[in-house]
């Protein structure tokens, strides 16, 4: 965890906002109806706050280690250019937007809520674990939102990088 100072200086620089999808985009749960198609529930917290913070000027990209329609759809609805989807190694995906829009990684915002998520932590300028995340992931994150994942925790992040750009 970083002090507030240092969490200042460190939403100043944030350009780019990456997301992982199930358990911060959603609250985990993946739904399943009788034809095996999977489904899942977005907050419009969180969609707002993609929307403002993206006509602010920051970029945002999705990067889940999973594959879905869903995703494909929830991008083009909000107009998300970056998306990758099936992604393992998610600090690859971070060196890729850094050299895509020409980034250095202390200008990268990460959300994350799991283990395959600290590698990220490691890399970028500010990362962050919500608070319904695996506990394991806690110490690898700069900060911890209120809300939990699925439920504001993006809508959170995002206001306070508004507050501070």
Same mark, same amino acid.
């Given at each position: 965890m970083i002090d507030k100072d240092q969490l200042v200086l460190r939403l100043k620089k944030i350009k780019l906002v990456a997301l992982d999808v199930d358990g911060v985009l959603t609250d985990g749960r993946v739904y399943l109806d009788a034809d095996g198609r999977e489904t899942r529930a977005f907050n419009f917290k969180d969609i707002m706050g993609i929307s403002r913070l993206k006509k602010r000027g920051v970029k945002v990209a999705l990067i889940s280690g999973e594959k879905?329609?869903?995703?494909?759809?929830?991008?083009?609805?909000?107009?998300?250019? !970056?998306?990758?989807?099936? &992604?393992?190694?998610? /600090?690859?995906?971070? %060196?890729?937007?850094?050299?895509?829009?020409?980034? !250095?990684?202390?200008?990268? &915002?990460?959300?994350? /809520?799991?283990?395959? %998520?600290i590698p990220v932590f490691k890399k970028v300028g500010l990362a962050v674990g919500v608070s319904n995340g695996w506990e394991g992931i806690m110490g690898s994150a700069h900060i911890v939102t209120k809300n939990k994942g699925g439920n504001g925790a993006v809508r959170e992040i995002c206001e306070l990088i508004i507050a501070n750009i």
């Open positions: 879905n329609a869903v995703i494909d759809r929830f991008c083009r609805k909000l107009g998300i250019e !970056k998306n990758y989807q099936n &992604c393992r190694e998610k /600090d690859k995906a971070i %060196d890729e937007l850094t050299d895509y829009y020409k980034l !250095k990684p202390e200008d990268i &915002c990460f959300i994350g /809520d799991d283990i395959n %998520d």
